[in-house]
Nanobody
Framework: VQLQASGGGVVQVGGSLRLSCAVS????????MGWYRQAPGKQREPVAM???????NYVESVEGRFTISRDTAENTWYLQMNNLKPEDTGVYYC????????WGQGTQVTVSS
């Protein structure tokens, strides 16, 4: 399974970005799809998770601002990020778990004040 992340960039505080993660196989075979991020000098942390049954989980700091979703026809999942804050800055990695864990390459998100 190969994951291709895209959509990062530089945005001002309060702005929005949408990250995409395209999977090489069928998204229906993924048990878990999600996003992690790694801020400078910090450990990678889970940000948002989506199960194949549609349940979602978010880290508390992004609750109400970020939304994870999927498009089965496109074999892609997304992370819509609104009201971005400087502390959201980091490298975002898409993640999937099927028979094992798979990671996409990181995409940089920079929120400038």
């Amino acid at each position: 399974v190969q994951l291709q992340a895209s959509g990062g960039g530089v945005v001002q505080v309060g702005g929005s970005l949408r990250l995409s993660c395209a999977v090489s196989g069928s998204i229906d075979s993924m048990n878990i799809m999600g996003w992690y991020r790694q801020a400078p000098g910090k450990q990678r942390e889970p940000v948002a998770m989506l199960s194949n049954l549609g349940s979602t989980n978010y880290v508390e700091s992004v609750e109400g601002r970020f939304t994870i979703s999927r498009d089965t026809a496109e074999n892609t999942w997304y992370l819509q990020m609104n009201n971005l804050k400087p502390e959201d800055t980091g490298v975002y990695y898409c993640y999937a778990f099927s028979r094992g864990a798979s990671w996409g390459q990181g995409t940089q998100v920079t929120v400038s004040s």
